[in-house]
């Protein structure tokens, strides 16, 4: 008799290593609740995977829906790994530490952001790409370098994306006080909320309450219920 509870990932008593080790293992259901563990004695964590996109094996990092027209007046900053289980809030986001740990317990080797926006109708998907650029951005996200990471040739456009910022890479990033230097990241900033990728005063990814920014592919804050900021890694 086949019992779910022991197909990998499929229960917390047998959890996979990763939404990649679950698809490779061929017992993806496809997208939707698993259960991962990346140490030999931790506990089980419930996460959400996206075993269809660009070949699936995607692990949900990032998860910020906007319920309505009115601005979320928190998010969730996520200091430990621990804190993508916690994606249902739709409020979701993992700290520069949060990056790191989840880097050293799942060494991924690929980031994916998604967001779009109904009022202008443009969405921003891309995924680093399987070379030394692309592997240079989840090197600076997982917080293993400083340098910032060439945006040109780092990234593949998916399915959906006909955002302006993935087709103006050379415009991309500030450093040295310089802007429009075609590189990932804000000086100053390693998160991933604020400026992971933007073309100054026109085109940011941003999540903040702080700063009062809710940007995707643009520099205006209104909301429509449903836009949405996701990030993956696999």
């Not at 259901?29 to 991962?36: R, S």
């Not at 993508?84 to 317990?105: K, Q």
């Not at 040739?153 to 993935?166: H, I, M, P, Q, R």
């Not at 990814?205 to 702080?210: D, G, K």
Request: charge should be positive.
């Amino acid at each position: 008799i086949f019992k779910f509870a022991a197909v990998l990932g499929w229960s917390s008593r047998h959890p996979a290593l990763s939404c990649k080790h679950i698809l490779e293992a061929g017992v993806s259901k496809g997208d939707g609740e698993y259960w991962i563990n990346s140490e030999k004695n931790g506990s089980s964590l419930k996460v959400f995977c996206d075993m269809t996109t660009d070949g699936g094996g995607w692990l949900l990092i990032y998860n910020v829906i906007a319920g309505g027209t009115v601005p979320p007046t928190s998010l969730t900053i996520e200091k430990t790994y621990a804190g993508v289980s916690r994606y249902s809030s739709n409020r979701m986001v993992l700290s520069p530490d949060g990056m790191r740990e989840l880097r050293s317990r799942i060494s991924f080797t690929q980031l994916r952001f998604h967001c779009r926006k109904q009022q202008h109708g443009r969405t921003f998907h891309v995924k680093t790409a399987a070379n030394s650029s692309g592997e240079a951005v989840v090197r600076f996200f997982g917080g293993d370098t400083d340098v910032f990471p060439k945006a040109c040739g780092s990234f593949e456009k998916l399915k959906g994306d006909n955002s302006v910022l993935a087709s103006r890479c050379a415009e991309w990033g500030r450093e040295n006080g310089a802007y429009h230097v075609g590189k990932w990241g804000h000086e100053g900033h390693k998160e991933l909320y604020i400026f992971s990728a933007f073309i100054k005063d026109h085109h940011h990814w941003a999540t903040s309450p702080v700063h009062h920014r809710w940007e995707c592919d643009d520099n205006r804050k209104d909301l429509t219920r449903g836009d949405f900021w996701k990030i993956y890694v696999r």
